[in-house]
T-cell receptor, first 114, second 114 residues
C-alpha cells in the first residue's frame, strides 16, 4: 500500500518556467489537498478537492491551478514560477466524512525558484 | 478570523519525562481538533483528534486535552522517547459548516535530550 505518492521530490525552476507537481493516492480517498510549507512555518492550504471533478481554493491559491479528473490523481500546476513559490509542497488525502481529520501526507516536493 | 497557534515554538525534554505541547485556537465553530507530528524530511502524520464535545482523549502514550472555556488544546506525551523528536502541529476542522479543510498552526519543535 503506497499511500500518497508525490513526484518529483526535488526541483529547481527558473523564474517564469512552469511545472506540474504530481500526486496520486491508492486509498480511494475522496478528499485531496495541496499544502505549502515555508521554512519554520506551518502548512498553508493552496487547493483542495472533495471528489473527482470538484476543486476549490484554499488560503493561498494565486499562481497555482489544479484538476481532479480521477479519484486517484490531483496534480498541482505552477504557471510562471516566481521566487515566492520556493517552498516544500505536500499533497494529502483523507477519507472525508467523520475521518476528515485523519489526512495522509506524501513525502513532499522541495521546489526552488531561482 | 480563525487561527490556530501554539504557545511556544520549541520544547526541550529529557528522555523519559512527560512532554506537554500547547495550542490556542480562536474559532469557536470548530468541532474537531487534531494533532500531527512531522519528522525531519517527512510529511505530517496524524497522531490523535478530539471532538469539541469531549475534554480528554487518550491514545497510545498520548493524551489530548481540550479546554473550550479558554480555547486551549494540549498534547501530552508520556515517557518521551528519542523518536518523539519532531515538529508538532495542532489543527482544526469545522465539519458542521461543511468545511473540508484542516487549518494548521505554526508548530512546536520538540527535542528529546538523552
Amino acid at each position: 500500500n503506497a499511500g500518497v505518492t508525490q513526484t518529483p521530490k526535488f526541483r529547481i525552476l527558473k523564474i517564469g518556467q512552469s511545472m506540474t507537481l504530481q500526486c496520486t493516492q491508492d486509498m480511494n480517498h475522496n478528499y485531496m489537498y495541496w499544502y505549502r510549507q515555508d521554512p519554520g512555518m506551518g502548512l498553508k492550504l493552496i487547493y483542495y478537492s472533495v471528489g473527482a471533478g470538484i476543486t476549490d481554493k484554499g488560503e493561498v491559491p494565486n499562481g497555482y491551478n489544479v484538476s481532479r479528473s480521477t479519484t486517484e490523481d490531483f496534480p498541482l500546476r505552477l504557471e510562471l514560477a516566481a521566487p515566492s513559490q520556493t517552498s516544500v509542497y505536500f499533497c494529502a488525502s483523507s477519507r472525508g466524512g467523520d475521518r476528515t481529520t485523519e489526512a495522509f501526507f506524501g513525502q513532499g516536493t522541495r521546489l526552488t525558484v531561482v | 478570523g480563525e487561527s490556530v497557534g501554539l504557545h511556544l515554538p520549541t520544547l526541550s525534554v529529557q528522555e523519559g519525562d512527560n512532554s506537554i505541547i500547547n495550542c490556542a485556537y480562536s474559532n469557536s465553530a470548530s468541532d474537531y481538533f487534531i494533532w500531527y507530528k512531522q519528522e525531519s524530511g517527512k510529511g505530517p502524520q496524524f497522531i490523535i483528534d478530539i471532538r469539541s464535545n469531549m475534554d480528554k482523549r487518550q491514545g497510545q502514550r498520548v493524551t489530548v486535552l481540550l479546554n473550550k472555556t479558554v480555547k486551549h488544546l494540549s498534547l501530552q506525551i508520556a515517557a518521551t522517547q528519542p523518536g518523539d523528536s519532531a515538529v508538532y502541529f495542532c489543527a482544526e476542522n469545522n465539519s458542521k459548516g461543511n468545511d473540508y479543510k484542516l487549518s494548521f498552526g505554526a508548530g512546536t519543535t520538540v527535542t528529546v535530550r538523552a
